[in-house]
């Protein structure tokens, strides 16, 4: 229990006042009106009236505090992880792929109504809204990528599983397109239009920081979770440095980071890139897709890691007034009081 306005207990140091003047006026001590009521022997008896008095005064200052019961909401355990999605933007990412992006698994009608308008192209994927007219089906590696993506975070949002999701667009620098956050729908409206911007070059973190210095700071900044995952989807056939591979595997260990790398494409399909080595120095692990089929089963078998479990705790708090049941006892006892001496000054 605690006290809203604890100051007004210092009404209470009054109370030795009142015993003084009770006393004066003959209710304590010895009085010669009280001791021919015959009981002169019994002083207790007589201070009784006052006594009931003082605990009445006590109860109602205390009822003035406030005196309130805390009531915190139970805290709860979950499993989650905090994930960062990287999906490369350069411009070898609208490259046609091959394959078909598969069916959608899930029917989610509120995620479904925050579609935008389709273009009218029969031809064309759901996922894939900025048509690229040198691409006859419309699949880009990036629509793929994209489509995968979105599939992940719909599955996660259909589970309530209870991840975080951020998603990162990376071409020679990093772009946030939405920090971690358990809001899946907003992570998937804005996986929509994660090809924003598209073109340039790749950079992993040899020119700069690259998407694993942003993601790695992300997770310092705002994660939760002890289950840190970075999956990262690119074409890049870039070179890494020595100096550059030893950084970024220090920054990926030093943040336990799980990595993940999905390689896009015909090249990095048969090739052993720098990307590639980088992933397996830390323990990561490396897919190689060459068609949009394959690239959402990477992402099916990525969510089979492991989960870690996370507090979760309430920041509200709500406040029981306990004040009136003060205010009652404190009527009980001066009625006791008023009893008491009635019965005292009939004697």
Not at 285 to 314: H, K
């Amino acid at each position: 229990m605690q006290l809203a306005h604890p100051y007004w207990l210092l009404l209470i140091s009054l109370l030795p006042l009142s015993w003084i003047s009770l006393r004066r006026k003959g209710y304590l001590g010895h009085s010669s009106v009280r001791l021919a009521r015959g009981v002169s022997g019994n002083h207790i008896l007589h201070a009784v009236p006052a006594a009931l008095l003082s605990a009445a005064f006590v109860l109602l200052v205390v009822g003035i505090a406030r005196p309130q019961i805390p009531h915190y909401q139970t805290t709860r355990t979950i499993k989650t992880r905090d994930i960062v999605v990287a999906v490369d933007i350069s411009g070898s990412m609208q490259t046609p792929f091959a394959g078909k992006v598969p069916e959608r698994q899930v029917k989610i009608p509120e995620l479904d109504k925050e579609l935008p308008p389709r273009p009218k192209l029969p031809s064309l994927d759901r996922y894939a809204y900025q048509y690229q007219p040198d691409t006859p089906s419309g699949q880009r590696r990036i629509d793929a990528a994209r489509a995968a993506v979105l599939r992940f975070v719909e599955n996660r949002y259909a589970l309530k599983a209870g991840d975080r999701i951020g998603i990162l667009a990376f071409d020679t620098s990093p772009h946030w397109r939405w920090p971690l956050t358990d809001d899946l729908k907003m992570i998937w409206r804005n996986g929509l239009y994660i090809d924003e911007g598209i073109g340039g070059g790749t950079n992993f973190g040899e020119a700069g920081p690259g998407p694993i210095d942003a993601a790695a700071d992300h997770f310092e900044e705002m994660g939760k979770a002890s289950t840190r995952v970075l999956i990262m989807v690119t074409d890049g056939e870039d070179q890494l440095d020595s100096y550059t591979l030893d950084r970024l595997a220090k920054v990926i260990k030093s943040h336990d980071i799980h990595f993940y790398v999905i390689g896009v494409g015909e090249t990095l399909a048969r090739q052993d890139v720098d990307i590639f080595r980088l992933t397996r120095m830390v323990g990561g692990q490396v897919y190689r897709v060459e068609n949009a089929q394959d690239l959402s089963a990477c992402f099916d078998s990525i969510n089979q890691m492991e989960q870690s479990t996370v507090v979760v705790e309430s920041k509200t708090v709500q406040q029981e007034e306990v004040f009136f049941y003060f205010a009652i006892a404190a009527g009980i006892l001066i009625g006791l009081a008023l009893v008491a001496e009635t019965l005292i000054v009939s004697q």
